[in-house]
């Protein structure tokens, strides 16, 4: 698949910066929450969830951060490399089969 | 391990022509779903699979069918391709019949429609 959008926000960083992509959702009920990262010609990967009773999740390189209050995800990545280049779009859950997705943000790394 | 099967992986038809998008997933996932993506928009929801047997509309169904042939496999067919529905198209699965934990997609088909 090709990556999202022709005007997608940009985050530019540098290898071995750490690199912070946001997201706002839309839907105070939502309960449920995902990171992927879609790499140019790729279908979209997972990369963390978060369920909405927690406020941080850490994984491998990647924490995920809920503030319910003001409805936003934000997704850190410590020591960004070259290979973490891609789009990154958060997904909530607002119901039943109810996955509504971001438009994304794309990460762009330098060596 | 294949994951979710996704074919073919480029199409390009006519406006009238139709087809058929076929997916399969290895995972013994009991949800299916297919999505489209089009530039500037999140992925959205054109139908989808809680259970083999079961089928329902998402968020932009018009023009597209659906088949859970069995609980590996879930097709989309366009009767009647239209230009509109040129986009990349994605089949996805989830283990939970409530849609509420991550989905493992495919690779993707892109189509354009003439």
């Known amino acids: 698949g090709e990556s999202v959008g022709l005007h997608l926000p940009t985050l530019s960083v540098q290898e071995g910066d750490n690199s912070i992509i946001n997201c706002a959702y839309s839907?105070?009920?939502?309960?449920?929450f995902i990171w992927y990262k879609q790499e140019s010609g790729k279908g979209p990967q997972f990369i963390i969830d978060?369920?909405?009773?927690?406020d941080k999740r850490q994984g491998q390189r990647v924490t995920v951060l809920l503030n319910k209050t003001v409805k936003h995800l934000s997704l850190q990545i410590a020591a960004t490399q070259p290979g973490d280049s891609a789009v990154y779009f958060c997904?909530?859950?607002?119901?039943?089969?109810?996955?509504?997705f971001g438009t994304g943000t794309r990460l762009l790394v330098s060596p | 391990n294949a994951g979710v099967t996704q074919t073919p992986k480029f199409q390009v038809l006519k406006t009238g022509q139709s087809m058929t998008l076929q997916c399969a997933q290895d995972?013994?996932?009991?949800?299916m779903y297919w999505y489209r993506q089009d530039p500037g928009m999140g992925l959205r929801l054109i139908y989808y699979?809680?259970?083999?047997?079961?089928?329902d509309k998402g968020e932009v169904p018009n023009g597209y069918n659906v088949s859970r042939l069995n609980k590996r496999e879930f097709s989309l067919r366009l009767e009647s391709a239209a230009p509109s529905q040129t986009s990349v198209y994605f089949c996805?699965?989830?283990?939970?019949?409530?849609?509420?934990?991550?989905?493992?997609f495919g690779s993707g088909t892109q189509l354009s429609v003439l």
């Open positions: 839907n105070s009920a939502s309960d449920y």
């Open positions: 978060i369920r909405s009773n927690m």
């Open positions: 997904a909530e859950n607002t119901g039943f089969q109810k996955l509504v």
């Open positions: 996805a699965s989830s283990p939970n019949p409530q849609g509420n934990e991550k989905l493992f």
């Open positions: 995972m013994n996932h009991n949800s």
């Open positions: 699979s809680a259970s083999e047997g079961t089928t």
